[in-house]
């Protein structure tokens, strides 16, 4: 390939893509919806694959991505004028969790499960379903958190409290099975496990959801039966 060849390519669509990006929006780059994820992918693979195929003339290069630029703009304009095109473009958003239960139907419904949903809390410094009062997964998969009052953060100067010892909460039972290792790993057993259940008038294993053991807190435990209330405002 010849190097001037290229470097004319390389310039001209340097310049291009950042028009495209800088007039299309910030979405793209932002990645507020799998459309937008996907997109950004696609325009830099018309790029890419332009400039390093010598088959291809710069002029189907400069075309095609200008084609594929104005579909975005006639997108995002379309989405910010009809409520409906901004829904099928943009997704909105699922809660997951609504008044501190967590929705199995909308687990299922966004193909999740409850090791990623737990995976998702910690990302976001909760470390326990307890702590959080509303979750929704936005549609760019990263999720939104409103936490129960008694777990808002607070400073310690605010009460004049001194330092406190930090635990950090272990899953015990997840989707009916009991995960004895964890169990063990606590220094408790069997005997153990069936008393706490007790007292919160369970007698089955296979009932439970999620049940957490946070020490200085006790068990929290979600039945499968246990559904949140149907009121969604998304």
């Known amino acids: 390939m010849n190097i001037l060849h290229l470097t004319i390519e390389l310039v001209i669509g340097f310049f291009l893509l950042f028009l495209i990006v800088k007039f299309v929006g910030r979405k793209i780059i932002n990645q507020i919806s799998p459309f937008t994820f996907i997109a950004g ?130 899953t015990i039972i997840r989707d009916g099975k009991v995960l004895w290792d964890e169990i063990k790993d606590l220094g408790f057993n069997e005997q153990w496990l069936i008393k706490q259940l007790k007292q919160k008038g369970i007698v089955s294993y296979e009932g439970i959801f999620i049940a957490e053991w946070l020490k200085g807190d006790g068990l929290f435990v979600q039945r499968l039966e246990d559904s949140p209330p149907s009121s969604d405002k998304y």
């Open 41 to 170: 992918i696609v325009l830099g693979e018309l790029l890419g694959n332009g400039l390093y195929n010598e088959k291809v003339h710069i002029v189907y290069i400069i075309y095609a991505m200008i084609l594929w630029g104005v579909l975005l703009f006639s997108v995002e304009y379309l989405g910010q004028k009809f409520l409906p095109v901004r829904g099928l473009f943009e997704g909105k958003p699922s809660a997951l969790i609504k008044d501190g239960v967590i929705d199995r139907e909308a687990l299922k419904k966004n193909r999740m499960n409850i090791n990623q949903l737990q995976s998702l809390l910690r990302q976001s410094e909760t470390f326990s379903v307890r702590e959080v009062a509303y979750c929704y997964l936005e549609p760019n998969g990263a999720i939104s958190i409103l936490k129960k009052s008694q777990y808002q953060k607070t400073t310690q100067e605010d009460f004049n409290l001194g330092n406190k010892p930090v635990y950090v909460p272990v």
